[in-house]
């Protein structure tokens, strides 16, 4: 875990910007040492993309910070996600990244498999409301 990284019983929180420098990865699993499912954001620089890729097993959901990128896919189609931009993907699905604007892209990878867990929170006894103006 960097030593940015907080962490607590049962938590940790940090910052993007504290988890590496230029471009490349952000080992966001590794350093909040999240257990469930995989996860990274990538800075893709401007101008530039990605390898073709694909997974045997993950699939992944993409979620745009800054920036903006083409995901371009194995049947040729390409989509434009600006920030806020999502994108679920199978995992035998090839595809490429490609920031074609003047400045860094960021953008989130969530990666996991075997489904969705369900709807399993709850609110601490003694607690009615969970959302609430402060």
Do not use: C, W
Request: charged share 30%.
């Amino acid at each position: 875990m960097s030593e940015k990284v907080t962490s607590g019983e049962g938590y940790a929180v940090g910052n993007l910007a504290d988890l590496g420098e230029g471009p490349g990865f952000r080992k966001v699993r590794r350093e909040l040492e999240v257990t469930a499912f995989g996860v990274n954001a990538i800075v893709l620089p401007a101008r530039t993309e990605t390898g073709r890729h694909f997974h045997d097993e993950q699939e992944e959901l993409y979620f745009v910070h800054e920036g903006r990128v083409e995901m371009e896919f194995g049947d040729g189609t390409t989509h434009t996600l600006a920030p806020g931009g999502l994108a679920r993907v199978d995992a035998p699905t090839v595809r490429l990244i490609r920031n074609p604007g003047d400045s860094d892209a960021v953008y989130l990878v969530v990666g996991g498999k075997d489904g969705y867990v369900g709807r399993d929170g709850r609110v601490p006894e003694g607690e009615t409301q969970r959302v609430r103006p402060i």
